[in-house]
């Protein structure tokens, strides 16, 4: 019902900058949140940076200063612009999603993206 897909991964040299995004859409009222996670081979998922509706951000501390996160409300897309990068970004960048959807269902309902990779080299 709700489809995330992500685009912008790839491999770039450290200090280098990738521009993530990550398009929503199928059958849902809203967007409440949109936020980007991260995952390495062998390590948990974590979160790197989620915006709501309103406007606000919340980073992780390891990006603060370095990622920044943005929304098209008109497109339904979130984006990542991923600066000064480091080998240690390295990982499957997976968007997830926070919606309010139309009748019969009731609340909030999470979705994600299938992953799209991000590799920084020395």
Not at 84 to 92: H, I, Q, Y
Request: glycine share 10%; charged share 20%; with cysteine.
């Amino acid at each position: 019902q709700v489809q995330l897909v992500e685009s912008g991964g790839g491999l770039v040299q450290a200090g280098g900058s990738l521009r993530l995004s990550c398009a929503a859409s199928g059958t849902f009222l809203s967007i409440h949140r949109m936020g980007w996670y991260r995952q390495a081979p062998g390590k948990q998922r974590e979160l790197v940076a989620d915006v709501r509706t309103g406007g606000n951000t919340n980073y992780a501390d390891s990006v603060k200063e370095r990622f920044t996160i943005s929304r098209d409300n008109a497109k339904n897309t979130v984006y990542l612009q991923m600066d000064r990068l480091k080998p240690e970004d390295t990982a499957v960048y997976y968007c997830n999603a926070e919606v309010t959807n139309r009748p019969p269902i009731v609340g909030l309902t999470y979705h994600w993206g299938q992953g799209t990779q991000v590799t920084v080299s020395s």
